[in-house]
């Protein structure tokens, strides 16, 4: 299992920013692999993207998520990986987005490729991708205020 982190500060306050980062059916318009994201459910997500040229699809689910915070994922089925982001406060209504994906590369091309450090300058290009998003928009295109805790969910 290969583990990257990234950050970013994002010129924008804390409530904005997690709420785009909520609106997981807006990926495509800044993740450049990532062709589809469906929310099938609160906690659940359909990935659909390109990895290394190859077409992949997997399953995740949301598994701890705290407004404002933090969101942690797994995969359930297809490409395996995990992560999570989180949001913290930076000076001046700024907030600071740590992004940590595990993932397991898949044949030589993969692993070459993450042996070439390109998976992490895909991630570093997705969250800045990202950063121009939402501070161009100045407000996030929907929320999504409720909580996960392992099977829980809380509002909504």
């Known amino acids: 299992m290969e583990t990257i982190e990234q950050s970013i500060e994002v010129e924008a306050p804390i409530e904005t920013v997690y709420n785009q980062w909520t609106q997981f059916e807006e990926f495509p318009r800044f993740m450049s692999n990532v062709k589809e994201v469906r929310q ?47 949001f913290d406060k930076g000076s001046d209504g700024k907030t600071r987005v740590t992004l940590e994906l595990s993932y397991d590369p898949e044949g030589v091309v993969e692993n070459v490729g993450d042996a070439l450090g390109v998976v992490s300058a895909q991630v570093k290009g997705d969250l ?29």
């Open 128 to 156: 800045e991708r990202f950063k121009a998003f939402i501070e161009e928009r100045g407000r996030e295109t929907g929320a999504w205020r409720g909580e996960i805790q392992g099977r829980q969910v809380q509002g909504g």
């Open 40 to 86: 099938l459910d609160d906690k659940r997500l359909h990935w659909r993207a390109s990895i290394a040229g190859k077409e992949k699809e997997w399953d995740a689910e949301i598994f701890k998520q705290e407004q404002d915070t933090r969101i942690a994922w797994r995969s359930t089925s297809g490409a395996h990986n995990a992560g999570e982001v989180r």
